[in-house]
T-cell receptor, first 114, second 110 residues
Framework: DTGVSQNPRHKITKRGQNVTFRCDPISEHNRLYWYRQTLGQGPEFLTYFQNEAQLEKSRLLSDRFSAERPKGSFSTLEIQRTEQGDSAMYLCASRSDTGGHEQYFGPGTRLTVT | GQNIDQPTEMTATEGAIVQINCTYQ??????LFWYQQHAGEAPTFLSY????GLEEKGRFSSFLSRSKGYSYLLLKELQMKDSASYLCAVRDEGYQKVTFGTGTKLQVIP
């Protein structure tokens, strides 16, 4: 197992465009998390899945953000009508109920909105 | 919700010991984590505490006092590669949401 993977690693888009990011968690990890991180800050929780069910979504997340995990494996995070304030690193992490307590993070997708 | 405080920056000398403190106020608590994050990289797990006391793992140790809402990460025999941000994070009850602090940027100097 090669760990959590995220694609693309970098994305540059113009304001107003839609973007979609993909996260492939570690195999058999049933819990998947999305975070956003800006420079000098810690990761900020966005949303969380247990298998295919989205169990919690940050109140800070606007309606422009949506996430899915249709078959309980990979997940996608879509941002509609991007704004310059959406520029950040988007991190995905996964965890197994049968493993340790820690989350394993992917390398992230760096989004730049121009 | 969670409120987590940790120093923004620290500097320490190679070979020395450094202690990074973290205080938190929570509406629910189910464990505290420390992660290390090198610039431009993803966070990597260092330690987990859910009961009071000290957990030791090689050069790194982590302490928790739930009654005081306080934790620290102790790094011994500092190496240059330990220069990184150290993130304190608290998990809510129910094993779900994890809230991260802003991180402490540690610089190790020769």
């Amino acid at each position: 197992d090669t760990g959590v993977s995220q694609n693309p690693r970098h994305k540059i888009t113009k304001r107003g465009q839609n973007v979609t990011f993909r996260c492939d968690p570690i195999s058999e990890h049933n819990r998947l998390y999305w975070y956003r991180q800006t420079l000098g800050q810690g990761p900020e929780f966005l949303t969380y899945f247990q298998n295919e069910a989205q169990l919690e979504k940050s109140r800070l997340l606007s309606d422009r953000f949506s996430a899915e995990r249709p078959k309980g494996s990979f997940s996608t995070l879509e941002i509609q009508r991007t704004e310059q304030g959406d520029s950040a690193m988007y991190l995905c992490a996964s965890r197994s109920d049968t493993g340790g307590h820690e989350q394993y993070f992917g390398p992230g997708t760096r989004l730049t909105v121009t | 919700g969670q409120n987590i405080d940790q120093p923004t920056e620290m500097t320490a000398t190679e070979g020395a010991i450094v202690q990074i403190n973290c205080t938190y106020q929570t509406s629910g608590f189910n464990g505290l984590f420390w992660y290390q994050q090198h610039a431009g990289e993803a966070p990597t797990f260092l330690s987990y505490n859910v009961l009071d006391g000290l957990e030791e793992k090689g050069r790194f140790s982590s302490f928790l006092s739930r009654s005081k809402g306080y934790s620290y990460l102790l790094l011994k025999e500092l190496q240059m590669k330990d220069s990184a941000s150290y993130l304190c994070a608290v998990r809510d009850e129910g094993y779900q949401k994890v809230t991260f602090g802003t991180g402490t940027k540690l610089q190790v100097i020769p």
